[in-house]
């Protein structure tokens, strides 16, 4: 794929993309306003949110950063039986097993230190992080995929469209995800 690496031609391929995602950025602002009155009544998913959405955005740009190093380098391949692929995506999911119980815990002690409100069991909030944090790892991947694959079809470089376009939405799914999560499990 040649690549015109100007900001004229990077302006181009972004400015749609960037139009569409303030829009989503827009529908994730309502639907954490939505949920104001239980965040306001268990202080530990309000300490949840920006964290366990920043570290979902985190996650899929490492795995987006990882495909568009492939891309360039002539190495990625699309197909379900590559490696590489599975060896990236799993990477992603058992980082997701390691940091989102600590994000859990932290969340639950940061309230305790600054509210003195523990409304929620520390096993309650490590659960809700850690379900929530997988779910989002997971779904960060297939997001990354999709973005990488559908970029790499329209001929675009992946390195100026798919990070924003994973980080805008696993900012979405991460409110969705957390909240969908908090009612199933409190």
């Known amino acids: ?16 993309v960037l139009l569409v995602l303030t829009l989503v950025e827009i529908g994730s602002g309502l639907i954490l306003g939505s949920f104001e009155a239980e965040l306001l009544r268990y202080p530990s998913l309000l300490v ?27 190495t990625l391949s699309f197909s379900p039986a590559d490696d590489e692929l599975a060896g ?43 379900t929530s944090g997988v779910s989002l790892a997971v779904l960060a991947v297939f997001v990354t995929f999709t973005a990488t694959y559908i970029a790499y079809q329209f001929g675009l470089d992946p390195d100026d469209v798919v990070i924003p376009v994973v980080t805008n939405v696993c900012d979405v799914l991460g409110v969705v995800v957390l909240f969908a999560v908090s009612q199933l499990l409190i």
């Open 48 to 74: 949840l949110v920006p964290v366990t959405i920043g570290t979902a955005g985190n996650l899929g740009s490492i795995l987006a950063a990882r495909l568009s190093t492939s891309f360039h380098l002539g």
């Open 1 to 16: 794929m040649p690549t015109e690496w100007t900001v004229r031609a990077i302006t181009r391929a972004m400015l749609p």
């Open 88 to 130: 990236n995506a799993i990477a992603t999911v058992v980082l997701a097993l390691t940091v989102f119980p600590i994000i859990g815990v932290g969340a639950w002690i940061l309230t305790a230190l600054v509210s003195g409100s523990t409304a929620l069991s520390l096993e309650k909030v490590v659960l809700i992080s850690s």
